[in-house]
């Protein structure tokens, strides 16, 4: 599959009936759910699991989705959706890029983009990267 950027990480979504809405399409509100479990798991898969985020006292929360909507996907349809770790600026924020597609015919669905703010899980304040985040983020960094 060609993606838009090199190296990305990847989960397969099988789309089932409760991801439909009225329209008979999958809900916008399940791309958002399935962007935030990419997430995660890319998380986990680089070392940085929830537990090392309590550990660590530091989250990286959400400060902005945008999400640009290219084309429906439906009931039954086989879904691909990539992220990348575009930016980590070594201090506070942290942005991620996604592209979903359609097995059957490639086609991109979804391009989205988050922007993540480093924060207590304490206090939820603002805080900076620990160096763990720094490192490990930073190494998985793509340039677009």
């Not at 991801?19 to 798991?41: F, G, K, M, P």
């Amino acid at each position: 599959m060609e993606w838009a950027l090199p190296d990305p990480f990847v989960i397969n979504i099988h789309v089932n009936e409760a991801s439909i809405d009225a329209y008979l399409h999958v809900n916008n509100s399940e791309y958002l759910r399935w962007v935030e479990q990419i997430s995660w798991a890319h998380s986990e898969a680089l070392g940085l699991s929830i537990e090392r985020y309590r550990e660590l006292d530091r989250a990286m929360a959400i400060h902005r989705h945008e999400l640009d909507y290219l084309a429906p996907a439906f009931a039954g349809d086989a879904l691909a959706l990539a992220t990348w770790i575009v930016e980590c600026d070594g201090r506070f924020t942290l942005t991620r890029r996604f592209q979903l597609k359609r097995l059957e015919d490639g086609k991109t669905l979804l391009n989205a983009r988050t922007r993540f703010a480093c924060i207590a899980l304490s206090s939820g304040r603002p805080k900076r990267l620990p160096g763990e985040y720094q490192a490990i983020y930073g190494a998985a960094q793509v340039a677009e």
